[in-house]
């Protein structure tokens, strides 16, 4: 088989994983299923996670000897983009990017693993903390003698989780432990979001917890773990904008004033070829990124590479889902029309893990000190 | 004769790569003007003595027969190393014409002649009423005897004033019932009474394009390329390589290379507004690269470009505004001022920069004319 084969065949794969993750998601009752979820107090649907898990959804960037299906980050991206697209609240990017992340390269033998990829259960990831002014502070949590005290905070998935894991402080050095989501005292504070998801502040006073692992691994695994997140983000993003986008075109061929449809002004015509190159450029540059986190191994690279896609999705996402409102006039301003549901979830997915402008940041710092290191 | 096409993609960048930095005078690097032919001869001398004048012409005609996905190589290692095209209208438009439309005796005379400079070209398409609505156009040839008479004004004609032949598209029936229709592409000597230049002093006080008017201007009539009244539909067919050709990230990248070195002399960085707008152009500038190397694969796929090919242009022209914009604001208040700026060793024409990225979002196709292209052709809006 040639290079060229071998590329080719590595997207037929591809194809076919958009192919089946689209036709479930669809099948499932497409965005119509999120603003039910939605209404219906906001968390996902364990069944829908289950049918994902079968579809093998989850387990897509797991190396296959640790059970999964060894395809990688692009493939994780695919996963993304397509749940992106109908706003679906189920953790895909969570579980495949941060909780699997996690467990994959610290304890690949945990029955957890097998039963996050089969669907079964759904794990929280703890590893922020806010500080006294309410921003992202350094951990301060503990663990000792098996047990945790102290707040973690911006916890995707806390309401709907069977555990959290949790990233704290035990010896000076860190740790990696699971609790149980019923265990003794754990308080769940839920901060409610723009798209009908919570966030949980947690608080822990002397829960129990087991120990996963510990030492310099743990903030590696984190990093690496935070940096494919972030890269899965940003496709989710994509996808969300290409659907917003689709929206709206259809709404502008079909809306008419002044005896038209609003889409033959040039006014008109002229922003929506600006939001279409702005989701090509997206796509391109996200799924390029994915495929370049996938060869690479070093860890500065990796996360450059992750911000570089967070920056470009968020700025898109934002751009599109507002246009997006504003072009569907008065009505894209009700929670009857769906773009609305698009603009929210861009909201959150946006805040979470960092923004356009903090990843350029992020992004230019890593540059410098790489032009610096050479 | 080398089939560069079996060649591997690697090893032919190689081998091109390596030509360039051998053999292309360093004094002629990013030329920031368009060059006259007395200043590039010795060069064009070298590329056709290696045979590769033409790298897009069959190998019949004296081309490099390179196919798409080799053709996009050549041209981005072209412009990594900021080889000058050199006067290439004759290689770029007219001879894939002639090679695609004209007539054995046309192949044998023109070609040759292409290849080696004896005939140096110019573009005669646009006119001061046919710009982007080019079909409009009104300079007319009619048949007397053995010749074209042509009357009528062509303008944005660049470098006509050091070409010896004009190839143009000239309004042969004006009664057609379209005004596509009536219009054909003809040859035509530019040292004759009939022709009259004058240049025209662009924002940048440079004199690359010019007016050229015909007042009854002769062409023996066998310099008619392709059917009469058949003009419009033969350079359309030529532009579908063009389009990613426009659309490449080089222009852009070569800019923001200019852009960090300025401004980092210029310690620009030490602000964290202009570090936001540079990450934010450099950025723009990667991911356009993406969507660039998206459609040169399906070009090296074999399949055919469609019409949102476009939309490279209009990112990347725009892109190159804001680098060069970014330019000025980094040179404060130098950045009015003519010519060179010195930083440390490098020295960067800031107003070059900035004059040069302004005519992009013009030519080719207005960026207003790519946006209503791609609002019909691929978003199918009506209207």
Known sequence: MTQTDTVSSEQEDLRLLRESARTLFERAGGSGRARKLRD?????????????????????????????????????????????????????????????????????????????????????????ERGPGGAPADATCRYADGRLTGNKAWVVGATGSQGFLVVAEQDGGPVLVLAEATADGVVIDKRAQADGSSLGELSFSGTPAAELASGDAVQAALAEAVADATA?????????????????????????????????????QHRAV????????????????????????????????????????????????????????????????????????????????????????????????????? | MTDWNAMSDADFRKEVRQFFEAEYPEELRHLPHRPKFAEIEHWHRKLHAKGWVAPAWPAEYGGMGLNAAKLLIFYEEQQRWGVNRGRDMGVQMVGPLIIKFGTQEQKDYWLPRILSCEDIWCQGYSEPGAGSDLANLRTRAEIDGDDFVIN?????????????????????????????????????????PGVDVRTITTLSGETEFCEVFFDNARTPSENLVGELNKGWTMAKALLSFERIFIGSPSL???????????????????????????????????????LYA?????????ETLGADVSMLKIWVTECFQRITELMIEAAGPDGGTIGPLQVGNVSVDVLASFYKARPTTIYGGSNEIQRNILSKAVLGLPG
């Open chain 1, 40 to 128: 219906a107090g906001g968390s996902f649907d364990p069944n829908m996670v289950r049918e994902l898990a079968e579809a093998g959804v989850f387990g897509v960037a797991v190396p296959e000897e640790q059970g999964g299906l060894g395809m990688g980050l692009a493939a994780g991206g695919v996963i993304a983009e397509e749940a992106g697209r109908v706003i679906a609240p189920e953790p895909v990017v969570l579980t495949i990017g941060l909780s699997l992340g996690l467990l994959r390269r610290l304890c690949p033998e945990h029955p957890k693993m097998a039963q996050l990829i089969g669907g079964e259960v759904s794990l929280a990831v703890a590893w922020q």
């Open chain 1, 232 to 268: 899965l983000a940003a496709a989710e993003l994509v996808g969300l904008s290409e659907c917003a986008f689709e929206i709206t075109l259809e709404y502008i061929k079909t809306r008419e004033q002044f005896d038209k449809p609003i889409g033959s002004f040039q006014v008109i």
């Open chain 1, 274 to 374: 600006d939001l279409n190159v702005m989701c090509e450029v997206a796509q391109a540059g996200v799924r390029e990124v994915l495929a370049l986190m996938d060869r690479e191994t070093d860890q500065k690279v990796r996360a450059q590479l992750a911000s570089r896609a967070k920056a470009r999705a968020v700025t898109t996402a934002k751009r599109i889902t507002r246009d997006a409102v504003q072009l569907h006039g008065a009505v894209g301003y009700t929670d009857d029309f769906d773009i609305g549901l698009y603009l929210n979830r861009a909201l959150v997915l946006s805040a979470w893990l960092g923004d356009d402008a903090y990843h350029r940041r992020i992004w230019f710092d890593a540059r410098e000190a790489e032009g610096a290191a050479q």
């Open chain 2, 152 to 192: 009528g004004q062509k303008i944005w004609t660049t470098m006509a004033h050091d070409a010896t032949h004009i190839f143009m598209l000239v309004r042969t029936d004006p009664d057609a019932p379209k005004k596509q229709q009536g219009i054909s592409f003809l040859l035509a000597p530019m040292e004759q």
């Open chain 2, 252 to 290: 852009a990248q070569n800019a923001l290379g200019q852009l960090e070195s300025f401004a980092r002399g210029r310690g620009a960085f030490d602000d964290p507004v202009f570090r936001d707008r540079f990450a934010q152009a450099a950025l723009d500038v990667e991911d356009h690269a993406a």
């Open chain 2, 294 to 302: 998206r459609f040169a694969d399906q070009l090296k796929r074999g």
